[in-house]
């Protein structure tokens, strides 16, 4: 596991977290066949928070977020996001993926098309947005990842690092009120973490929601209020993140960090 | 110990790679003789493609484009003197307007040279997206219906009103759709215009022509005939069974068990049997199904096989390429709050039928040489004519002039398809560009 020291330049001064509920889950499960993935999860995140969940692998983390936009369905519990339950009505469901962004291990760029058109083809279709503005709009979000050079390219002739940065730059463009991270970071070589990792701080920076599934605790202790420890598909420990890296409660959680900070 | 403490003082320049390695020498030594096994295979070839050439081209070279006749062309190849004989071309010369268009009567052959041309201009827009304006696909929409129109003629009403079925599939699936969702609108607007086709068109554009007629004359369908017949099912079966075959292929990666397994069902079955049983059905068993007194055009009758029968096969080559798209793809679309059709049409299909562009094509050629399949039934595609040519007395005998002139027709046909699809793989290609 990479511990990337992170220099402690995190602007704070925007980061406010609301008493709004941003997503409410509560009693929820899931199963894979027989397998019980998620098990009794209860979840409360407030606008503006920045979680940082970690676990070891199989514990259920990413499937958890994925229940968020519903590219898993849950079988028993609830979830509303931002004041919309998903549940078989498709039009909840679209409501709420529209809303939520969704950053993804392998990027999933659209190969087909180049940096700039995977980033104004949901804006358009989706949001009905006029293909002017969301060029326009597609430009800002490329500058704020720094890459808007790149944007007649296509996404295979970008780097790894470059391409996670069109992925982020393409959720924004559909101005979801929150992200979700899916090991944003695990599939890039060391010297193209960082970038990534820097394009998080600052949208954390500006108050963006943020649930991030990652290894990089680094990060979780520059950026996030919360980090929530999952193992074999429950939430075992959450908290600050201070407490919770110098203080862990459970034994499960200390064995967890032991393995991947002392190396 | 040893030292193998080393610093670089200086960073090393590319240099130019060895003479041998570049240029014609470097060439022919790494393609021809790049050692002494490969030296002797590359003689012998050599001597091989020689001795081939040296047996075909005096056959090919023949002056014999005016004889009447088989004996005619005999003649002046022994007066030439010629070893192996001579190539007999006098067929061609008086043939090579039957082979092209069948019994189509002379002074109504504008009609399928017209319609032949505006296929480029319809196809052109299409194939070469970058080169031609978007507004000739309007042209493109429009021949759909023209051109059967001016192949078989008839009332002007029937075309129009032809094209008037895909209006009203778009009014019923907005309708359908707003009330019962967007799968029962897109099964609504494949019904309603097939309907509107098979039952109304008829009687509706004989009532309008009786009250205002206005048309071109009519020509059967037992007049078509030659490589023009074979062009006009290949077309049509081509164009038609890509988009049917899709839709076959979203069908079986369905949700909805219905739709699944009546594609599944029907993919199978139709690649289970032959093509030739097929058109034995439509030429003889599917008029005894039909309500006595309809007469069901041929030709139409075999396209509509044809069609079945390549949409199925493009149905799998497409479902192979939609396996091989990665999961992310569907999950970025779908994060993005794309909606099913949605993500079908700008994500999933663009890619997937990418992939499947060598397979595709592969399909279409074959299709299109099956066509000869209907000189079986009857129809006079150039195969059905040669016999009729070779029962003339003047001609009788002749053979590979007769079948090289049309396997140069399909040759042409099928070899510029391969090369377009080469062409637009690469094209497509947007990885490591």
């Known amino acids: 596991m990479s511990t990337l020291e992170i220099e402690p330049t995190v602007d704070t001064s925007k980061m406010q977290i609301s008493d709004e509920v941003a997503i409410q889950i509560a009693d929820m499960n899931k199963w894979f066949g027989t397998f019980h993935v998620l098990r009794d999860i209860d979840l409360t995140v407030y606008r503006g928070e920045r979680i940082v969940i970690c676990g070891p692998s199989g514990s259920g983390k990413s499937t958890l977020i994925r229940c968020i936009n519903r590219l898993e369905e849950h079988q028993a519990g609830q979830i509303v996001v931002d004041g919309t339950e998903l549940n078989s009505d498709l039009k909840n469901v679209d409501k709420v993926r529209s809303e939520v962004g969704m950053v993804f291990q392998h990027f999933n760029l659209f190969p087909h098309l180049t940096v700039l058109e995977n980033c104004t083809l949901a804006p358009i279709w989706v949001r009905k947005v006029p293909r002017k503005e969301a060029v326009e709009r597609a430009m800002h979000f490329l500058e704020k990842v720094k890459i808007p050079e790149q944007a007649d390219k296509y996404p295979g002739q970008l780097s790894g690092g470059q391409q996670q940065r069109v992925a982020i730059a393409r959720s924004l463009c559909m101005m979801p009120r929150i992200m979700l991270f899916d090991e944003p970071t695990s599939a890039l070589d060391p010297e193209m973490i960082k970038e990534v990792l820097d394009t998080m701080i600052e949208l954390a920076e500006e108050g963006m929601t943020m649930i991030c599934v990652t290894h990089e605790m680094g990060f979780a202790q520059a950026v996030a209020n919360r980090v929530i420890f999952m193992a074999d598909g429950q939430i075992v420990e959450q908290n600050e993140p201070k407490e919770f890296f110098n203080n862990p409660k459970s034994e499960r959680t200390k064995q967890f960090l032991s393995q991947i900070i002392g190396h | ?433």
């Open chain 2, 1 to 433: 110990m040893a030292d193998y403490s080393y610093v670089r003082k200086e960073m090393l320049p590319e240099r130019e790679p060895p003479a041998s390695e570049v240029g014609v020498i470097g060439w022919l030594r790494e393609n021809l003789f790049s050692g002494w096994f490969n030296s002797i295979l590359t003689v012998v070839s050599v001597v091989l493609i020689y001795l081939i050439l040296a047996a075909i081209v005096p056959w090919l070279w023949s002056p014999t484009w005016g004889a009447g006749s088989l004996s005619e062309c005999r003649d002046i190849v022994a007066e030439l003197g010629k070893e192996h004989g001579g190539a007999c071309y006098g067929v061609i010369t008086e043939r090579w307007q039957q082979l092209l268009f069948g019994f189509y009567p002379e002074e109504l052959r504008w009609r399928p040279i017209l319609t032949f041309v505006g296929l480029f201009v319809a196809l052109a827009p299409v194939l070469f997206t970058d080169a031609f304006p978007r507004k000739m696909l309007w042209f493109t929409g429009a021949y759909l219906f023209l051109a059967p129109w001016l192949m078989w003629g008839g009332p002007i009403w029937t075309p129009l009103l032809v094209a008037a079925g895909p209006a009203l599939g778009f009014v019923a699936f907005r309708f359908v759709a707003r009330a019962a969702g967007t799968l029962a609108g897109v099964i609504a607007a494949g019904l309603v215009p097939i309907l509107w086709w098979l039952l109304a068109v008829g009687p509706v554009a004989g009532a309008i022509q009786s009250v205002v007629p206005l048309g071109i004359e009519l020509v059967e369908s037992r007049l078509f005939g030659g490589f023009m017949l074979s062009v006009w099912i290949g077309v049509v079966a081509i164009a038609i069974s890509l988009v049917l075959g899709v839709v076959l292929a979203l069908g079986r990666q369905s949700d909805l068990m219905i739709v699944k397994y009546l594609s599944v069902g029907f993919i199978e079955f139709i690649r289970g049997v032959p093509l030739i049983t097929l058109l034995f059905v439509a030429s003889t068993l599917l008029n005894i199904f039909m309500p006595p007194g309809t007469n069901f055009d041929i030709i139409l009758r075999v396209m509509i096989m044809a069609t079945l029968f390549a949409s199925a096969y493009i149905a799998e080559v497409v479902r192979g390429g939609l396996a091989a798209l990665p999961r992310g793809q569907y999950e970025a679309a779908d994060a993005l709050g794309l909606d099913y059709w949605k993500a079908q049409r700008l994500v999933i299909l663009p890619q997937a039928l990418k992939i499947s562009i060598p397979g595709i094509v592969s399909t279409f050629i074959g299709l299109f040489k099956d066509t000869t399949l209907v000189s079986i039934i009857g129809l006079l595609d150039p195969i059905g004519l040669t016999g009729s040519i070779r029962a003339d007395a003047n001609w009788n005998g002749i053979v590979w002039e007769l079948y090289g002139f049309i396997a140069l027709l399909f040759f042409l046909s099928c070899f510029s398809m391969s090369r377009y699809s080469m062409w637009l793989e690469k094209k497509l290609r947007t990885e490591h560009r």
